[in-house]
C-alpha cells in the first residue's frame, strides 16, 4: 500500500476516502438519528437524474447530481412535513422516477462515453483534485454548521415537538439536514457508488451508537470507524484487483458482524 501512494491518483483516493469517511460519520449520524434512511436512499437514488441531466445538458456530472440532489431533498422537505402518513408512496415514487429521467437522459445523450458502472459501483481511483476541493469544503461547510448550531440540531433530533416549543425553526433544521444527506450523499457515490452508498452511512454509525451515549461522540467515532473501513477496503481493492466500492462495504458489513458477535460475547461473559 504505501508503494501505491507514491501513485497520484492513490493519493488522491485515500484523501478523498478520508474526507467522505468523516463527512459520512457526521452526516450518517444525523439520518440515523432523525430516522431519515428511507428519504437518504431516496435522494441517494434520485440523484442518478442529476447525472443524466448533466450528461444531457454537457456540463460537469458532479454538478449536475448535487443540484439534482439537492432538490429532490428540497421537495421530500416540503412533502414530509405536511403529508407524513404518505412518506413511503411520496419517497418510492421520487426513487422511481429521478432513475428512470436519468436513464432516459443517458439514453438520450449523443455519443456519451462515460462510464456509468462506475455511479452505480463508485471509482474512488478516478477522483481529481477539483473533487478534492468539494469534498473538502463540504465536510468543513458541515462541520461549521455542527459548531454554530449543534444544540438546536440535537434539540430537533431527539424532540422535535419540544423545540418546537421552545421556539426553534423545526422546519429549517429538517431541511437543512435533507440538504446535507444530499450533499454528501453525491460525494459518497464517487467512493463507493449509488447501489452502496447507504450502507456507507449507516454501517460506522450503527456501530458508534452502541459504543457512545452522545451524538456528538456518534459522529466522532463513525467518522473514525468509517475511516479505517474505507482506508481497509482501498487497501484490500489495490492488492487484489477488486472493485473499490464493493470492497469497502464488505469490509464494513464483516466488521459489523464481527462486533455484534464481540458485544453478544461480552454480554454474556458479564
Known sequence: MLEALSFDFMQHALIAGILVSLLSGV???LIVVNRMVFLAGGIAH????GIGLALFFGFPLFLGASLFAVATALLISAITLHQRERIDTFIGLIWSVGM???ILLVDMSPGYNVDMLSYLFGSILAVSREDLYFMGGLL??????IAIWYRDILAVSYDSEYAALRGLNVKFFYTLILVLSALTVVIAIKVVGLILVMA???IPVYIAERLSHSLLGMMAISGVVATLFTTLGLWLSYTY???SGAS???VSALSLG???IGASLFKHRR
Open 241 to 243: 484487483n477488486l472493485t
Open 248 to 250: 469497502i462495504i464488505v
Open 27 to 29: 452526516v450518517g449520524s
Open 46 to 49: 434520485a440523484s442518478y437524474g
Open 200 to 202: 456507507m452511512l449507516t
Open 100 to 102: 428512470a429521467i436519468g
Open 140 to 145: 468543513l461547510l458541515t462541520l461549521l454548521i
Open 258 to 260: 464481527v462486533f455484534l
